[in-house]
């Protein structure tokens, strides 16, 4: 008897749980005779990653002749608007798709810029996490920006890294605003920052170790800056091992 209760049950709740599933499946379909009423998007942001919100993708839509409001389901192109909306730099990808009631749900995940980049002479563009270079004349964001006589190459390779190590740890995400490169001796390329908070410099030197560079850089702010004050110095000087080096101009 008691087994019998128990397959009864077991029985019922599968039936349930097969409805249930059946239901969600019946009823998000979409009906291709039904008119497109709405538009879920759904834009994956990052603090650092705001280039594309719902008029930006609206506008894409219209320019494109794909907007889907006011267009019966059946005739909404969704591989037309996934492809249209991914010609946006910034856009990494897009998954769009018809559900019930007469919605379309686009999804959107944007790439996330670093670092800008703004050369010499020349066009600056973002870089992303990936080390996509991302082209766009208009800067406005907050993110550090890197100036000075140097190829994308150099950019990706070596300034990247740098970028992506300040933007994962805060302390250094809101003390550093500009990253300068100049050459020495050649094409050796050595590296200058410029803190938001100061009115020293840090010289890194080369990128080799910038890691352990900044750390040590760390130490000194948290226990002698906080002491002898943020604008004694001119100059803070990291590029040999275990030192720093401070100067301050003569008057």
């Not at 037309?80 to 798709?97: H, P, R, T």
């Not at 994308?152 to 302390?171: H, R």
Request: aromatic residues 12%; contains cysteine.
């Amino acid at each position: 008897m008691k087994i019998f209760k128990f397959s009864f049950f077991v029985i019922l709740f599968l039936g349930v749980a097969a409805y249930v599933v059946y239901a969600m499946a019946f009823m998000s379909k979409a009906d291709p005779e039904e008119l497109c009423t709405d538009i879920v998007l759904n834009i994956k942001e990052t603090p650092y990653a705001k280039f594309v919100d719902k008029v930006k993708v609206e506008e894409m839509l219209k320019s494109a002749k794909l907007y889907p409001k006011g267009l019966l389901m059946k005739d909404v192109d969704t591989r037309g608007i996934e492809g249209e909306l991914q010609k946006n730099e910034f856009i990494e990808s897009v998954d769009c798709y018809k559900s019930a009631k007469g919605k379309l749900c686009i999804n959107i995940v944007q790439r996330t810029p670093v670092i800008y980049i703004l050369p010499d002479n020349a066009t600056g563009y973002f870089i992303d996490s990936t080390g996509r270079i991302i082209p766009n004349t208009n800067y406005a964001t907050n993110m550090i920006v890197a100036t000075g006589n140097f190829s994308p190459d150099y950019a990706v390779n070596k300034l990247l890294p740098l970028g992506i190590f300040m933007q994962e740890d805060s302390f250094w995400n809101n003390q550093i605003e500009q990253i300068h490169v100049s050459a020495r001796q050649g094409d050796k390329r050595v590296v200058e920052l410029v803190p938001r908070v100061g009115n020293h410099i840090v010289y890194l030197g080369d990128m080799d170790g910038f890691e352990k560079k900044l750390r040590r850089l760390k130490i000194f702010y948290e226990k002698a800056m906080s002491k002898v004050g943020w604008n004694k110095y001119d100059k803070i000087n990291l590029e040999y091992n275990n030192q720093i080096i401070c100067t301050k101009q003569k008057n």
